[in-house]
C-alpha cells in the first residue's frame, strides 16, 4: 500500500471549513483513498473513500487531484465535536490490511 | 444496535497471566481484523480473518493468538502476557474490501 504523509496537527475554528490534506505521490492506479477519524481513544470510524472521482457524504467531501497524488478531506461546517485524530489511508482494492499512520490532529477551537 | 461488541472493556493483569479478549459482529461481515493501539500511536493490525476458517497474521502477531469461532466472533489470546502488551486493543468487521471498517470500542488492557 502506497504511503500517505500528512501534516501531524491542524487548527480550525468552529463554523468554518476544515480542510484536511493528505499527500500520497506513489499511488497506483487501482489503489483508494480511505479517511477515517478517532475521537478521544474511541474505535476509528469511517468517515469517506475514493478512488479519482471527488465524493461527498452526510459527513465530509474527498477532493482527489487530477494526479491521484493528493487529496483533501473537507469537513464544511465544523463543529467542537469534529476535534479528533483523523487518518489518511491508500489501499489496494483487495487487500485485507488497512495500514493507518500517525493521522493529523485536528483540534476546533470555539 | 449493529456493530461490534468487544468484551471486556477493561482489564488488568499480572505478567505471565493468560486471557481471551472477545469480539463479536452483528452485521454479517466476512472479514474481521484485531488491531492494538499504544500511546500516542496509530493503529497496527495483530491478525486478521478474511472469512470464517481462515486467520492471518498482520504487523506484531508475536504473543497473540486468534480464533474465528464463527462468522460473529473472533477472539484474541495472550498465553502469557507481557508489560509490552499493555495497549489498547480495536476489533473491526467489514462486508468487502471495498467498503470501510467498523470498530468495536475497544478493550484497555494493562498487563503489570
Known amino acids: 500500500d502506497a504511503k500517505t504523509t500528512q501534516p501531524p496537527s491542524m487548527d480550525c475554528a468552529e463554523g468554518r471549513a476544515a480542510n484536511l490534506p493528505c499527500n500520497h505521490s506513489?499511488?497506483?492506479?487501482?489503489?483508494?483513498v480511505y479517511w477515517y477519524r478517532q475521537i478521544h481513544s474511541q474505535g476509528p470510524q469511517y468517515i469517506i473513500h475514493?478512488?479519482?472521482n471527488n465524493e461527498t457524504n452526510e459527513m465530509a467531501s474527498l477532493i482527489i487531484t487530477e494526479d491521484r497524488k493528493s487529496s483533501t478531506l473537507i469537513l464544511p461546517h465544523a463543529t467542537l465535536r469534529d476535534t479528533a485524530v483523523y487518518y489518511c489511508?491508500?489501499?489496494?482494492?483487495?487487500?485485507?490490511?488497512?495500514?493507518f499512520g500517525q493521522g493529523t490532529r485536528l483540534t476546533i477551537n470555539p | 444496535n449493529a456493530g461490534v461488541t468487544q468484551t471486556p472493556k477493561f482489564q488488568v493483569l499480572k505478567t505471565g497471566q493468560s486471557m481471551t479478549l472477545q469480539c463479536a459482529q452483528d452485521?454479517?461481515?466476512?472479514?474481521m481484523y484485531w488491531y492494538r493501539q499504544d500511546p500516542g500511536m496509530g493503529l497496527r493490525l495483530i491478525y486478521y480473518s478474511a472469512s470464517e476458517g481462515t486467520t492471518d497474521k498482520g504487523e506484531v502477531p508475536n504473543g497473540y493468538n486468534v480464533s474465528r469461532l464463527n462468522k460473529r466472533e473472533f477472539s484474541l489470546r495472550l498465553e502469557s502476557a507481557a508489560p509490552s502488551q499493555t495497549s489498547v486493543y480495536f476489533c473491526?468487521?467489514?462486508?468487502?474490501?471495498?467498503?470501510?471498517?467498523?470498530f468495536g470500542s475497544g478493550t484497555r488492557l494493562t498487563v503489570v
Open positions: 452485521m454479517n461481515h466476512n472479514s
Open positions: 475514493g478512488l479519482k
Open positions: 506513489t499511488i497506483s492506479g487501482n489503489e483508494y
Open positions: 489511508i491508500v489501499r489496494l482494492q483487495g487487500a485485507q490490511k488497512l495500514v
Open positions: 473491526a468487521s467489514s462486508e468487502q474490501d471495498y467498503y470501510g471498517y467498523t
